[in-house]
C-alpha cells in the first residue's frame, strides 16, 4: 500500500505563514484531505482535494499539491491552530483504500 | 445537520470479537454517493483507516486487517457495524466513524463521531 510522510513536528510565530508537508506517491495521483485534531477531540477536515475549504473553516488555511508532495498553509497562524494535522489520499495501489500521514505536531509560539 | 456516534464496549479481552455500532443522522447511506468509514487512533498515534461501506453495499477494507474485519449497515436504522475479531493489545485505540465523501478523486471525511475509546487487556 502507499505511505504518507509527514514532519513529526513544525512551529510558527504568532501571525506568521506556515506550511505543513505531506509526501507520497500516491498525491501523483490523487488530492489529499487535511484534518486539524485537538486534544481528546475527534479530526477536523479543513482542506480537501483541489480547492475545497469546509464551510467554517476561516480561510487563512489553504492547500497546494505538487508532484509527491502535498501542502497545508496557515496564512497568519493563530494561538488557537495549535494542533496536530493529518493528511491523507487515496492508495495509489488499491485505488478505493485510504492512507494517512503520520501527522505534524504544530506548536504556535 | 450530520451527526455520527459510535458505540460498543470500552473493554474487550485478548481474543475477543469487537462490535462497533456507528448511529448517524442528517444524511442516509441509502442515497448515491453516501459511505461511511471506520477509522482507528491508538494513544498518541496517528489516523488509521479501518474500512468503508457504500450506499450501493460496496465494501472495503484495509489490506493489513481485512481477514478480521466486517463492515456491515441497516439503512432503516441509519446504523453501521463494524466488527473486529481476534482482538489484541495493540488495537487498543479510539475508533470513530465518519461519512466519507469523494471529489476530484480525493476520498475526505467531512463528518466524524466522537469517538469510543476501546482497550483491550484481560
Known amino acids: 500500500s502507499s505511505e504518507l510522510t509527514q514532519d513529526p513536528a513544525v512551529s510558527v510565530a504568532l501571525g506568521q505563514t506556515v506550511r505543513i508537508t505531506c509526501q507520497g506517491d500516491?498525491?501523483?495521483?490523487?488530492?489529499p484531505s487535511w484534518y486539524q485534531q485537538k486534544p481528546g477531540q475527534a479530526p477536523v477536515l479543513v482542506f480537501y482535494?483541489?480547492?475545497y475549504r469546509p464551510s467554517g473553516i476561516p480561510d487563512r488555511f489553504s492547500g497546494s499539491t505538487s508532484g509527491s508532495t502535498a501542502s497545508l498553509t496557515i496564512t497568519g497562524a493563530q494561538a488557537e491552530d495549535e494542533a496536530d494535522y493529518y493528511c491523507?489520499?487515496?492508495?495509489?495501489?488499491?485505488?478505493?483504500?485510504?492512507?494517512f500521514g503520520g501527522g505534524t505536531k504544530l506548536t504556535v509560539l | 445537520q450530520v451527526t455520527l456516534k459510535e458505540s460498543g464496549p470500552a473493554l474487550v479481552k485478548p481474543t475477543q470479537t469487537l462490535t462497533l455500532t456507528c448511529t448517524f443522522s442528517?444524511?442516509?447511506?441509502?442515497?448515491?454517493?453516501?459511505?461511511v468509514s471506520w477509522i482507528r487512533q491508538p494513544p498518541g498515534k496517528a489516523l488509521e483507516w479501518l474500512a468503508r461501506?457504500?450506499?450501493?453495499?460496496?465494501?472495503f477494507y484495509s489490506t493489513s486487517l481485512r481477514t478480521r474485519l466486517t463492515i456491515s449497515k441497516d439503512t432503516s436504522r441509519n446504523q453501521v457495524v463494524l466488527t473486529m475479531t481476534d482482538m489484541g493489545p495493540l488495537d487498543t485505540a479510539t475508533y470513530y466513524c465518519?461519512?466519507?465523501?469523494?471529489?476530484?478523486?480525493?476520498?475526505?471525511?467531512?463528518?466524524w463521531g466522537q469517538g469510543t475509546l476501546v482497550t483491550v487487556s484481560s
Open positions: 465518519a461519512r466519507t465523501g469523494a471529489a476530484g478523486g480525493a476520498y475526505y471525511f467531512d463528518f
Open positions: 442528517g444524511f442516509s447511506l441509502s442515497s448515491d454517493g453516501m459511505r
Open positions: 461501506i457504500d450506499w450501493d453495499d460496496d465494501h
Open positions: 500516491s498525491l501523483r495521483s490523487y488530492y
Open positions: 482535494g483541489k480547492n
Open positions: 491523507n489520499s487515496r492508495d495509489s495501489f488499491t485505488n478505493h483504500h485510504v492512507v
